[in-house]
């Protein structure tokens, strides 16, 4: 099994004037890891979005957040698919400063057409390329 790891600044943009990263910030960082990790498998989201009219909407996400992060710390986040199906994907995130967990989240995400908003099955390639990750392979 794979991870994919990237690391993320903590900028000002992300912060509230206290320079405690603000809580839905937080859902932004997630989602430029996995549009990052879609970018490694070879399926930017450019491609798919604007190029095939297709997406990847969340259909549920939970997240914790146990320790704050300021103005300044570099996350490293790490992120592995719990659940892979034909039309969607759990995938899990978590963000390290230090060795220190900051917070996770669990992501299910469909794969569907803009046209129709409706979900359709992975394009082969970008599923087996994400079935790397998949824990307990």
Known sequence: MKTYETMKAVRFQHCDPAGVVFTPQYFNLFMEVVED?????GHSFSKI????HQGIPA???VARFLKPSFL???LQFSLNVKRLREKNILVSI??????ECRCTAEFLF????????????????????MSEYLQGR
């Open 59 to 61: 259909m549920r996400i």
């Open 72 to 74: 300044g710390d570099r």
């Open 110 to 129: 469909g794969f569907a057409t803009l046209s129709s908003l409706s979900l359709v099955e992975w394009p082969e390639a970008l599923r087996e390329g």
């Open 49 to 52: 979005v604007i190029k095939e």
């Open 37 to 41: 990790w879609f970018s490694h498998l």
């Open 94 to 99: 978590t963000a390290f400063c230090n060795g």
